[in-house]
């Protein structure tokens, strides 16, 4: 079955295995694999679940779907079945006694009637309509040996158009060999006769309305008016004269380009229309999965980690465990998501290199790679300007925690600044920071000054 199948059910069978895990968990996997693939891409599912699969605890858990199996065998004998019958129907149209001729008559009424059912199994196809889906449920359920996946449920109806579809392809291809092989091997006797009041002008405008599509480029294959006059034959009247006999077999190029043009070419164009809907509907399904919109919001929304999940959460740290310390001087700095210093670190470069915000994770790690450059035996200390007022996010501590292999001996310090340049920020902001920081651990400290002029040097 097509790629775009697998990943609905991968995608699905992924839904119900996250169902188990805690928002917070999924939040951050997910915001670092977007924040890795780039800002402002369209999530790439295949590629998500295939680093899902790659890094998890499930690398042995490999795309196998009871469902694909299921309709991989159906397709197939679905399709043999119509191959055969194919040989066995054209075999009944040309069966040949020798008493009177095969009835062109019948061949086209038979090419009108596989013309109607591929239209017909094409509007259900992209209507969506599922006659048979009771059928295929109870046949899948005693296969399988269990319920059919719900992901599959809407898409059932152009699934089975897709492979009626392909059945009745391989009905007319089995069948026009039949009848070139039949011709070949046989002498064949055409003619045709009608319980209908009809001249042979009128049925001469019958089948060279049906032989428009190649009458142009292949006139053999389109009987002229003489062919119709001599041709036709009544249900008591003998096998005719002789001179007519001759003519008999001059039928058979119609019947085969009429079998290839209106059989088998309509049921090719459709197969590719069914197949290019399932696709679109599979797509369809899979961004109105319930898990879907989901994975979108947890992509484009920063992991904020708050700490309100700890016991120290409803109250200041104690000063003794985690006091905030003077700025420091001869320091390296990185403004994290856009934070300026302000000022409050001179001996600091000018143009402070930035991380975080909209950045990639490629483009912090170039900017970790450029202060490991920078790094002179005067610089001790890394600081991280951030802002006061916004909660520390996942990011920030994945950051710090690459800093901290990086850049080693270096102390890393976090800034948070108020809003107003040189103002200290409030003491419940400054709490949220100095939690962080005794989590993330790795001996980060948080800075504070009462203002410009009292930001002193720490060595």
């Known amino acids: 079955m097509p790629g775009h199948l697998e990943t609905l059910l991968a995608f699905d069978r992924q839904y119900q295995r996250d169902q188990q895990q805690s928002p917070v968990f999924l939040h951050r996997r997910d915001r670092r694999y977007a924040l890795d693939s780039g800002e402002g891409q369209a999530p790439d599912i295949s590629r998500w679940l295939a680093q899902l699969h790659a890094i998890g605890s499930h690398t042995a858990d490999r795309p196998d779907f009871p469902e ?3 309709w991989h065998r159906f397709s197939t004998g679905f399709i043999v079945a119509g191959a055969l019958l194919g040989v066995m129907t054209m075999s009944g149209l040309l069966f040949y006694d020798g008493g009177q001729q095969i009835n062109v008559t ?3 009424g038979f090419v009108l009637l596989q013309l109607m059912l591929a239209l017909y199994t094409a509007v259900q196809g992209l209507a969506g309509w599922q006659p048979w889906s009771p059928l295929i449920h109870s046949l899948q359920q005693r296969l399988q040996k269990q319920q059919p996946s719900p992901a599959l449920s809407p898409l059932m109806g152009p699934m089975m158009a897709r492979t009626a579809q392909a059945a009745g392809l391989a009905f007319g291809l089995t069948a026009l060999i039949t009848l070139l092989i039949s011709v070949v091997f046989q002498d064949l006797a055409f003619g045709w006769s009608t319980t209908l009041d009809t001249s042979a002008g009128a049925w001469h405008r019958v089948v060279s309305w049906v032989a428009v599509p190649w009458s142009g480029w292949l006139p053999v294959a389109s009987p002229s008016l003489e062919l119709v006059e001599e041709t036709r034959f009544f249900r008591l009247e003998g096998t005719g004269a002789e001179t007519a006999s001759a003519r008999w ?13 209106w059989v088998i070419l309509p ?3 459709l197969l590719a229309v069914g ?3 399932l696709r679109r509907k599979s797509r369809h399904a899979l961004t109105r999965h319930p898990g879907y919109q989901a994975l979108l919001w947890r992509m484009e929304t920063p992991a904020v980690d708050t700490g309100a999940n700890t016991s120290d959460s409803g109250r200041l740290p104690d000063d003794h465990c985690s006091a905030a310390v003077p700025v420091p001087q001869s320091a390296l700095a990185v403004s994290w998501a856009g934070a300026t210093a302000d000022g409050l670190l001179p ?3 000018t143009a402070v290199p930035r991380a975080g915000g909209n950045q990639s994770l490629q483009a912090d790690r170039e900017t970790l790679a450029r202060l490991s450059e920078q790094r002179t035996s005067a610089h001790r200390q890394l600081v991280v300007v951030t802002r006061s007022w916004e909660p520390p996010t996942a990011e920030l501590a994945d950051f710090l925690e690459d800093a901290s292999e990086q850049l080693p001996g270096l102390t890393i310090t976090l800034l948070p600044v108020a809003a107003e340049p040189g103002v200290r920020p409030d003491e419940q902001k400054l709490g949220q920071w100095l939690r962080f920081a005794e ?3 790795q001996g980060v400290r948080v800075a504070a000054a009462e203002s410009q002029e009292a930001a002193h040097d720490i060595q």
């Open 249 to 261: 077999g001059a039928w058979w190029p119609f019947v085969a380009m009429a079998w290839l043009v």
């Open 267 to 269: 049921r090719a164009i």
């Open 106 to 108: 019948a061949i086209l």
């Open 347 to 349: 001996g600091a470069d």
């Open 275 to 277: 197949s290019a809907d």
């Open 68 to 70: 694909i199996h299921f």
């Open 439 to 441: 989590r993330v651990g």
